[in-house]
């Protein structure tokens, strides 16, 4: 199957910081999605993504889908930002995930 | 409120005991899926159905059924063949096959 890796598997930022979360996968997949994980376990989508570049606040996302990978962009960070992020690749009617990024906010 | 509703919170098994997880959505979408989540890991496609009365194996099938009787409902049961069922539990849906994914709260499963 896809495989999804996802990088760096830690990261610990001073607020206010700026930072780069990358996902590479190992085939041509039909979308990509970006999710934040709350402490309490709570999935929430940030970005519908298959190709191209969006941005929503301080959160932006590009996909370059020819070169199998895709960027997640924080400016600014909150300790809000705290949490897991994953991206998650669709192909064959079905998402696959990485292991996540986790994302540690100090103030 | 539009959205998922996975209950109970938190559900204990004992030793043998096939145990049921509710999924409940009022979204109107056709595809449901159930991952599972293990402590630092990212999450695992047990089954999937993208339409009512079907239902596919997804990568770590074993020990779980599911049925989808109703558009709305896609409850998943942890059988006695499943020996390490401890874990997060994570309903999802979407409009369609790879469409935009909505997570439910989760529900956590624990051996008594």
Redesign the interface.
Known sequence: ?IQ?EQSPPDLILQEGANSTLRCNFSDSV??L?W?HQNP??????LF?IPSGTKQNGRLSATTVATERYSLLYISSSQTTDSGVY?C?V??A????????TTLTVKP | DGGITQSPKYLFRKEGQNVTLSCEQNLNHD?M?W?R?DPG?????IY?S?IVNDF?K??IAEGYSVSREKKESFPLTVTSAQKNPTA?Y?C?SSIG???????G??T?LSVL
């Open positions: 199957g999804v039909n979308n999605q999710f309490w376990g709570q999935l929430i989508n519908y994953f998650a669709g192909n009617g079905k998402s696959t995930f990485g292991d996540g | 595809a899926y991952y989540q890991q990212g999450l695992r496609l999937y993208q596919q997804g990568d997060f994570l999802a096959g790879e469409e935009k994914l909505f997570f709260s989760g956590q």
